[in-house]
């Protein structure tokens, strides 16, 4: 087993920058988990928008009014009343609606003069449509009240829209035909980022082993030593298979200590599942890799685009919602789309019978065609360059 | 003999496949990778007119006010400013509503009666403000009979005429340079600015080509009667050159090509772009001459901190600028990745001009002191061996 053992000692050599990549996943994982709000939604709730109120009139009980009910129906930020700070906020999407009451706006309402509240928004954004609905519904009735009942004090008017605002439409959530709504849980998501990393270590593991057993010199000494042919390339295979093997092994059990409630679940068998298959297939491009290329610097960079590449137009890093029909189209030929499918229909199964499963099988299936057709294009590329004597 | 130095540097850098790489191709093939990965981002935020179904039963074809209701709400707000359509209605039987709302032609129907009841699929902005139209109806009706008890002269006073008026109480007032900030140019900022910081490896080169302890190479040239002032000199005006060709040319594809917005101020760009490639190819020479560990460790310590700064400015995650900024804001200052990225946020964003000329002045710092601390290492070395 002078092979395999060879192996790990490269395989150890590489150790520190094949641990970044973990490391940097890791890290990734935690922040993303923390910051990533499960909402596991069962009965119909209000969406809410990010609010800034920022009141220059004095505090009356029409400002108070109103701004009680947008509290209601939003999410309120407190910013500086500074044009830099304002600014920064809309820009990152921390606030996505500011609106500014002027000085005077109480009195000159009641009165029953034409005014209007400052707002600035991100134009044409849903969020901002929708408070400005609340507000101009607010103070539609207010008006309605203040024309028709002469006098009326603003406690009185608070206190009639108050009640009038509470009358409110029955919403009936029916249940989607597939089983339940949709939601991203921190595992999914780990599992969704996870191809990056195995992209990453796998590719550039298993091909630092090939670069050194293909290098000219030393192959042809190999090839007169007592080993044979075949076992020397078994010892290889198995190897890279324990190497990857190995590489997700670690993945899994991360996950298992991250996510402890969620993993031992029955859709989280599938996960397991569904990432040992792109292991799989990832094992399959990076001996294809192994053979193309010929430098360090290669390797790396080779590495990156493809990692990077997959990740990006797959849906790893941005949810295949928010991607572009041509990117899509274009994901459709890289095995990431269909094991971010798969994931996607895992996390969404809640009855574990043949029809709902199939579905996710098909997509594995899928992933392991791409392994087979470029295994296929690995071994026609080395033969090629056998008889080319290299 | 400095013109020649310089040429001879310039070849050098150019022929060095793997630098070139890093340093042009790779930021070229990620900002394709963003503008694929982004360009749909922000349409997710959008308004769209949503489709719904109104059932045709009894009470809704009794009520005349809900049916004018839904015609003006369906045509759009009929307001004196704005003509918003906030829903396509279709008038249908209760079955073909349901099964409408099953294939996600729309997204939800509305059952008018006491109270008018909402059915729809999942929870969201659209659901939301659907309900919250229907809740007007309700609402609006509600405040009809408190004032018609209150007042019951009202409804000869105009009461009818006052309920088809529907005022905006709301007026538009822009801050910045945009009605509509796109988030995803920050991605594209901090691409650039990695840039700039990926010249650091010619900088990091440079001082192995001149500081003779590092390099064969360099032993040579101590011994060679030339300064070594102007050595270095020519090697980093030489690297400076070829790194703004290298940044003109990724901004040209990122302007022209992935028509990405960097607001108007195109010499100030210009000049961030600049003072940014100054910056990164410094701070390679400083981190070359502070520690005298091997090359492979140099470029680790470049890559790792370039990468970490960049995440620091929002590259992996746009919002992170912004946390930074809020939370710890010392952080954002002494980092030059998120000082370039800042400066081309506040040119595309802000219409005043403190703000940039912070960043681009804490970069000249940056920039001046890398070079004086490489200055002030390197300077009167000499070695009896090495």
């Given at each position: 087993m002078i092979i395999f053992k060879t192996y790990f000692k490269i395989i150890k050599k590489q150790s520190l920058q094949l641990s970044i990549y973990v490391v940097v996943f890791l890290s990734l994982a935690i922040l993303f988990t923390y910051l990533g709000n499960d909402n596991s939604i069962e009965t119909f709730t209000q969406s809410k928008a990010k609010v800034a109120f920022i009141n220059e009139d004095s505090d009356t009980v029409l400002t108070q009014g109103l701004k009680d009910y947008l509290a209601d129906h939003s999410v309120f930020v407190e910013l500086d009343n500074n044009t830099e700070a304002l600014q920064d906020a809309l820009f990152f999407r921390e606030v996505e609606y500011i609106a500014k009451i002027p000085a005077g706006f109480t009195n000159e309402f009641m009165s029953g003069k034409p005014v209007a509240i400052d707002k600035t928004m991100i134009s044409g954004t849903v969020s901002g449509i929708y408070?400005?609905?609340?507000?101009?519904?607010?103070?539609?009735?207010?008006?309605?009240?203040?024309?028709?009942?002469?006098?009326?004090?603003?406690?009185?008017?608070?206190?009639?829209?108050?009640?009038?605002?509470?009358?409110?439409?029955?919403?009936?959530?029916?249940?989607?035909?597939?089983?339940?709504?949709?939601?991203?849980?921190?595992?999914?998501?780990?599992?969704?980022?996870?191809?990056?990393?195995?992209?990453?270590?796998?590719?550039?593991?298993?091909?630092?082993?090939?670069?050194?057993?293909n290098d000219i010199k030393l192959k042809r000494r190999n090839l007169c030593s007592p080993v044979s042919n075949t076992s020397y390339n078994m010892q290889l295979l198995l190897g890279n298979v324990t190497y990857s093997l190995a590489c997700w092994a670690i993945l899994i059990v991360l996950s298992a200590a991250l996510y402890r409630n969620d993993f031992f679940r029955l859709n989280s068998l599938y996960f397991v599942i569904n990432t040992l298959v792109l292991t799989i297939t990832i094992l399959s491009i990076s001996f294809l890799v192994g053979i193309l290329i010929k430098s360090r610097n290669a390797q790396t960079g080779i590495s990156n685009v493809l990692s990077l590449g997959m990740c990006f137009l797959t849906g790893v890093f941005v949810p295949q919602e928010l991607l572009g029909e041509n990117v899509l189209a274009i994901a459709k030929i890289l095995p990431t789309y269909w094991y971010i499918k798969a994931n996607k229909a895992i996390s969404n199964l809640t009855v574990f019978n043949w029809s709902n499963l199939s579905q996710i099988v098909y997509y594995m299936l899928i992933e392991l065609g791409f392994a087979i057709a470029i295994v296929s294009v690995t071994l026609v590329v080395s033969k090629r360059n056998q008889l080319k004597g290299s | 003999m400095f013109l020649?130095?310089?040429?001879?540097?310039?070849?050098?850098?150019?022929?060095?496949?793997?630098?070139?790489?890093?340093?042009?191709?790779?930021?070229?093939?990620?900002?394709?990778?963003?503008?694929?990965?982004?360009?749909?981002?922000?349409?997710?935020?959008?308004?769209?007119?949503?489709?719904?179904?109104?059932?045709?039963?009894?009470?809704?074809?009794?009520?005349?006010?809900?049916?004018?209701?839904?015609?003006?709400?369906?045509?759009?707000?009929?307001?004196?400013?704005?003509?918003?359509?906030?829903?396509?209605?279709?008038?249908?039987?209760?079955?073909?509503?349901?099964?409408?709302?099953?294939?996600?032609?729309?997204?939800?129907?509305?059952?008018?009666?006491?109270?008018?009841?909402?059915?729809?699929?999942?929870?969201?902005?659209?659901?939301?403000?659907?309900?919250?139209?229907?809740?007007?109806?309700?609402?609006?009706?509600?405040?009809?009979?408190?004032?018609?008890?209150?007042?019951?002269?009202?409804?000869?006073?105009?009461?009818?005429?006052?309920?088809?008026?529907?005022?905006?109480?709301?007026?538009?007032?822009?801050?910045?340079?945009?009605?509509?900030?796109?988030?995803?140019?920050?991605?594209?900022?901090?691409?650039?600015?990695?840039?700039?910081?990926?010249?650091?490896?010619?900088?990091?080169?440079?001082?192995?080509?001149?500081?003779?302890?590092?390099?064969?190479?360099?032993?040579?040239?101590?011994?060679?009667?030339?300064?070594?002032?102007k050595v270095l000199t020519a090697g980093v005006l030489a690297s400076l050159l070829i790194s703004l060709i290298e940044v003109a040319f990724l901004m040209c594809y990122i302007i022209f090509v992935l028509k990405?917005?960097?607001?108007?101020?195109?010499?100030?760009?210009?000049?961030?772009?600049?003072?940014?490639?100054?910056?990164?190819?410094?701070?390679?020479?400083?981190?070359?001459?502070?520690?005298?560990?091997?090359?492979?460790?140099?470029?680790?310590?470049?890559?790792?901190?370039?990468?970490?700064?960049?995440?620091?400015?929002?590259?992996?995650?746009?919002?992170?600028?912004?946390?930074?900024?809020?939370?710890?804001?010392?952080?954002?200052?002494?980092?030059?990745?998120?000082?370039?990225?800042?400066?081309?946020?506040?040119?595309?964003?802000?219409?005043?001009?403190?703000?940039?000329?912070?960043?681009?002045?804490?970069?000249?710092?940056?920039?001046?002191?890398?070079?004086?601390?490489?200055?002030?290492?390197?300077?009167?070395?000499?070695?009896?061996?090495?």
């Open positions: 408070t400005d609905i609340l507000i101009n519904k607010y103070l539609n009735s207010a008006a309605l009240y203040v024309k028709n009942l002469k006098n009326i004090s603003q406690e009185e008017l608070v206190k009639n829209l108050k009640k009038d605002l509470e009358v409110e439409t029955d919403v009936k959530l029916l249940k989607n035909s597939k089983g339940k709504v949709e939601k991203t849980t921190s595992i999914e998501f780990y599992y969704n980022f996870s191809p990056y990393v195995l992209i990453n270590i796998i590719v550039l593991g298993v091909s630092s082993i090939m670069m050194v057993f | 020649y130095i310089f040429c001879n540097r310039l070849k050098c850098i150019v022929r060095d496949k793997p630098l070139i790489f890093w340093t042009l191709i790779f930021p070229l093939i990620l900002a394709t990778f963003f503008y694929m990965a982004f360009s749909n981002l922000t349409e997710s935020e959008n308004f769209n007119v949503v489709n719904i179904a109104v059932v045709d039963n009894e009470q809704y074809q009794k009520s005349k006010e809900f049916r004018d209701f839904i015609e003006q709400h369906s045509e759009g707000l009929a307001g004196d400013n704005s003509s918003e359509q906030l829903f396509i209605a279709k008038v249908v039987s209760q079955e073909e509503a349901e099964k409408m709302l099953a294939n996600n032609e729309i997204v939800g129907y509305v059952t008018y009666g006491n109270p008018i009841s909402l059915s729809v699929k999942e929870s969201g902005f659209d659901q939301t403000i659907l309900k919250e139209i229907f809740d007007q109806y309700s609402q609006t009706e509600s405040t009809v009979y408190n004032i018609l008890d209150q007042n019951p002269t009202a409804l000869q006073n105009g009461l009818t005429d006052d309920l088809q008026r529907n005022t905006e109480f709301t007026r538009e007032v822009q801050i910045g340079t945009k009605d509509k900030p796109d988030i995803t140019v920050n991605y594209f900022y901090t691409l650039i600015a990695m840039t700039c910081f990926y010249f650091g490896c010619f900088g990091q080169k440079e001082i192995t080509n001149t500081q003779a302890n590092l390099s064969k190479r360099a032993a040579r040239l101590n011994v060679a009667p030339v300064h070594k002032l990405i917005d960097f607001g108007n101020q195109t010499a100030l760009v210009l000049l961030t772009c600049i003072v940014g490639c100054a910056c990164g190819i410094s701070f390679g020479a400083f981190i070359s001459v502070v520690n005298k560990k091997s090359e492979g460790v140099k470029t680790a310590i470049l890559i790792v901190s370039t990468m970490t700064a960049c995440f620091l400015s929002g590259m992996m995650f746009d919002k992170m600028k912004y946390i930074i900024q809020k939370n710890i804001p010392i952080l954002a200052y002494i980092n030059p990745v998120s000082l370039i990225t800042d400066a081309f946020y506040a040119l595309y964003y802000y219409d005043t001009y403190t703000r940039f000329l912070i960043n681009i002045g804490m970069l000249s710092g940056f920039t001046v002191l890398f070079c004086l601390v490489t200055y002030f290492v390197m300077r009167r070395q000499r070695y009896d061996y090495i």
